[in-house]
């Protein structure tokens, strides 16, 4: 994780209440951070699977996203797809 970063915005407690529960997190803190990362982190999977699968043309796995996703540290592998049978 980089730097910390303080903001201050307006959620809605339940629905911060839920996050906590099933992310099982002590904090309101923790529980944002994680659901940003793992927002992002599904963001980057799905644009491999739709790369992968020509979704968006061959340069579809390497967008300004990728870029972006670099310059705020997100090291996240992308799983590579295997047609069907492949693993046979």
Do not use: Q
């Amino acid at each position: 994780m980089g730097t910390l970063v303080r903001k201050n915005v307006f959620l809605d407690p339940a629905t911060l209440k839920r996050a906590r529960a099933i992310l099982g997190r002590r904090s309101e803190s923790e529980a944002i951070r994680e659901a940003l990362e793992l927002v992002a982190f599904r963001t980057k999977v799905m644009k491999g699977y739709d790369g992968k699968s020509g979704k968006y043309g061959p340069s579809a796995s390497r967008s300004s996203d990728a870029r972006a996703d670099e310059d705020i540290g997100l090291d996240v592998a992308v799983p590579t797809c295997h047609p069907v049978g492949a693993w046979k």
